[in-house]
């Protein structure tokens, strides 16, 4: 890990094991509420207690997202949950306000379940290999409708630390980038950035831009720029069935890796490819969350084991790594 200080995480990161979740909230009006800024609608998180009465905390909870909040995509757009934080004292929420939720795009179908597990491995992949990135905590959430259009259903879900308390835990500040402005890509932080670039290389992820800010969080420390992925819906080791590569990158689909980091110094880029084969063991064992069903395991081991094919000798990563950066 880079540039962090030790520190216990918060209750809500501080587990691994599923947290046991009821969100109510009118969905069949969140279900509407596809496009531009969408208000916050009125609901509550209810967990359950030692003593058998549930704990409820009210919170506003509000669509987000772009190719997920489309009708078209998903039928259940991605939510940013806004805990009442007094409420959520003394509970596994404590200390947490605005939480970004990922769920099920279509509740309805079990093969979208998968998606959510295979892309929360995704996130606990990248945690392995460096404390700058997001910390996620698996859930089952029970949905309760208060329209009453739809039955209660239970799926797995995750929620994603606030990009400000990501931010406090390194030691930086959210930096905002000017609509349709890039960075310099000397600006990029040395390390951070390659380490996020072959990160997204091992997924097989082409959907992101460190320079324009597009699917990472651009953090600021030191007079750096440190790029944070986020979204791996589009990555080739989630492989969702409506993620396309970009028709300008020619890609056949969005399981073909492609490298998109800028050129290194070379004796940078074996380090941060050391990082990642020292890690191969551990990011495989993220592979072994509950509910992943085995098809998928072996599927995403299979993918993930050609990455580290790829690049388990200098010679391979170099051609992969320098050969095929980006030069600006």
């Known amino acids: 890990p880079t540039g962090t200080r030790a520190q216990t995480p918060p209750p809500l990161f501080g587990s ?40 409820v905390i009210e919170a506003q909870v509000r669509t987000r997202g772009r190719t997920r909040r489309s009708e078209t995509v998903c039928s259940m757009p991605p939510l940013r949950v806004n805990l009442k934080k007094r409420q959520a004292e003394g509970t596994v929420f404590e200390g947490q306000d605005k939480l970004k939720l990922v769920g099920s795009c279509r509740p309805g179908v079990d093969a979208y379940e998968q998606l959510v597990l295979a892309e929360y491995v995704a996130y606990q992949a990248l945690r392995v290999v460096t404390d700058v990135s997001f910390r996620v905590r698996l859930a089952r959430i029970t949905y309760v409708d208060e329209s009453g259009q739809d039955p209660p259903f239970t799926r797995f879900a995750f929620f994603i630390e ?7 835990r ?23 950035a ?32 440190i790029p944070v992925p986020y979204d791996f819906d589009y990555s080739g080791l989630v492989d969702a069935p409506y993620a396309v ?27 941060v490819v050391a990082r990642f084969l020292a890690a191969r063991p551990e ?20 993918y ?6 790829q690049v388990e000798t200098p010679e391979r990563a170099r051609s992969r790594f320098l050969r095929d950066c980006r030069t600006g």
């Open 16 to 55: 691994t094991e599923p947290l046991e979740v009821t969100l109510t909230a009118d969905f069949s009006l969140l279900k509407q509420d596809r496009r531009g800024e969408t208000p916050e609608r009125p609901a509550t998180v209810a967990l359950a207690a030692p003593d058998g009465a549930p704990i």
């Open 162 to 168: 606030d990009d400000d308390a990501l931010a406090e």
């Open 170 to 192: 390194v030691g930086a500040t959210v930096f905002q980038l000017p609509e349709g402005s890039n960075l310099p890509a000397e600006a990029l932080e040395p390390v951070s």
């Open 194 to 225: 390659p380490t996020a670039a072959v990160f997204q290389y091992m997924i097989g992820n082409t959907d992101w831009s460190d320079i324009a800010g597009h699917n990472v969080e651009l953090l600021q420390r030191g007079g750096s720029a």
């Open 245 to 271: 590569p970009h028709a300008d990158l020619r890609l056949p689909d969005v399981r073909t890796r492609m490298y998109r980091g800028f050129c290194q110094d070379e004796a940078l880029s074996r380090v």
């Open 283 to 302: 990011i495989l064992r993220q592979l072994a969350v509950e509910g992943l069903d085995g098809s998928a395991r072996q599927r995403m081991t299979a």
């Open 304 to 309: 993930l084991e050609d990455f580290f094919q």
